[in-house]
């Protein structure tokens, strides 16, 4: 098949996503093109039978705000014509979603692909409960040929929050590791550790990520055993130094921001700690799960579907630093305890979210898609609330 994915090009879990499926989608025969601003990080270069085509975006003094949707929706039209595309695949409803609805308006019906829709979650979580974005998300789902979710809690936030009733296939998160560049010896070396257990954090360090409360715990951590905190911070980490110092964490916090090579890292990560409030998945997550890894973190949204508490890994009920601690100390107290959790996690995260374990579920729903009669899909957009005149999500309703 040829495949359009259109993703955010930078460090984040739905982009790094959306760049493992291209690249394993080719591996496997499809052809597939990438659109995007930038070309994603981790998109190897010169991979047979993928192809990158950037959005170029010319800065206008006119606009107070530039505007990518609609250059991203000539490149997406202009793409789908010139290579034949049978799907376009867009990760993350805003603005990809509206701006493949915008590229399908502008070909004639028989150049148009199929619209797949990926919900990764602030899509939903956040934007989806802003009046000024809601409508259009739902609007661009109910249009979309197939809507998926990355978790079953995303797939019922976005009933409960856009009032979204299509249907919507959960195809979690996969993770395949890239081969090792350095050795763990290496990387040690380089982080400057001795005996020390690793625990790891990596993510863009967003305040739903709650980077006060890791270092909170971290500061709290009793252990007769040393440890560092080693942070894959995916932004500046600048924000929180004063924090760092105030708690004297200055020996036992290491950061490392916008590393390319997150499989080195995690190779030598003994205890994976995340504190988010809310996450769809957690990709970061399972990339430790598939070292052997074990995590603590917090039982919210779609991380309850990734690791069982007490099995694969622990999960902490409560944003409270000192319980979150406690966890953590107990894994480091608790060698044989910390690697069975990890060998389950390895073992979840190779029956479950593996290349082979999820690809084929995106490869089943494209040609489904492809083979169902034009438009079959594409119910007539929100009929009922057009006719009422009023769109209604979540307790709120909006006008037009
Ligand atoms: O977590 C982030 O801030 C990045 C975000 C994104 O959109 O790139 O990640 C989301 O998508 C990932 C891939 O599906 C999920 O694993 C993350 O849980 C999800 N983040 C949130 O829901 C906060």
Same mark, same amino acid.
């Given at each position: 098949m040829r495949i359009g994915i259109v993703c955010y090009?930078?460090?984040?879990g739905s982009g790094i996503l959306a760049t493992s499926l291209g690249e394993e989608l080719a591996l496997r025969g499809h052809d597939v093109h990438f659109i995007s601003y930038?070309?994603?990080?981790?998109l190897p270069e010169d991979a047979p039978r993928l192809h990158f085509h950037p959005v170029v975006i010319n800065e206008y003094k006119l606009f107070k705000y530039p505007d990518y949707t609609l250059p991203l929706s000539v490149r997406m039209a202009e793409v789908s014509r010139d290579y034949g595309l049978d799907v376009l695949h867009v990760h993350y409803a805003v603005p990809h979603a509206t701006a493949a609805l915008l590229a399908c308006s502008m070909l004639p019906p028989e150049l148009c692909p199929r619209v797949v829709t990926t919900l990764h979650g602030t899509d939903t979580t956040?934007?989806?409960?802003d009046p000024g974005y809601a409508p259009a998300i739902h609007h661009a789902l109910t249009r979309s040929d197939a809507v998926t979710a990355v978790s079953d809690f995303l797939r019922q936030e976005t009933r409960r929050v856009l009032g979204f009733d299509g249907e919507q296939e959960v195809i979690h998160n996969f993770f395949k590791p890239r081969p090792l560049r350095r050795s763990a010896e290496a990387m040690r070396a380089e982080l400057g550790l001795h005996d020390e257990l690793v625990l790891l954090h990596s993510s863009n360090?967003?305040?739903?990520?709650?980077i006060d409360l890791l270092l909170e715990a971290a500061a709290r951590i009793r252990s007769s055993h040393p440890f560092k905190l080693l942070i894959l911070a995916g932004s500046s980490f600048a924000p929180f130094v004063s924090e760092v110092r105030r708690l004297k964490l200055e020996g036992r916090v290491i950061v490392r921001e916008?590393?390319?090579?997150i499989e080195d890292y995690l190779q030598i990560a003994d205890v994976g700690v995340f504190t988010s !409030?809310?996450? +769809?998945?957690c990709l970061s997550l399972l990339e430790a799960m598939c070292f052997g890894c074990p995590s603590v973190a917090?039982?919210?949204?779609?991380i309850p579907e990734v690791v069982e508490h007490g099995v694969s890994g622990v999960l902490v009920d409560v944003a409270d630093p000192v319980e979150f601690a406690r966890a953590v100390e107990s894994l480091i107290e608790h060698p044989e305890h910390r690697s069975s959790l990890g060998q389950a996690a390895r073992k979840r995260a190779r029956e479950r979210f593996s290349v082979d374990a999820i690809v084929p579920r995106y490869e089943a729903l494209y040609q489904r898609v492809c083979t169902m009669?034009?438009?079959?899909?594409? !119910?007539?957009? +929100?009929v009922a609330h057009w006719r009422t005149g009023r769109f209604e999500a979540n307790g709120l309703e909006w006008q037009h």
């Open positions: 090009p930078s460090v984040g930038e070309r994603p990080f981790r956040l934007l989806g409960s360090l967003r305040p739903l990520k709650r916008n590393v390319n090579d !409030e809310s996450e +769809s998945f917090r039982r919210v949204g779609g009669g034009a438009g079959s899909q594409r !119910e007539p957009i +929100s």
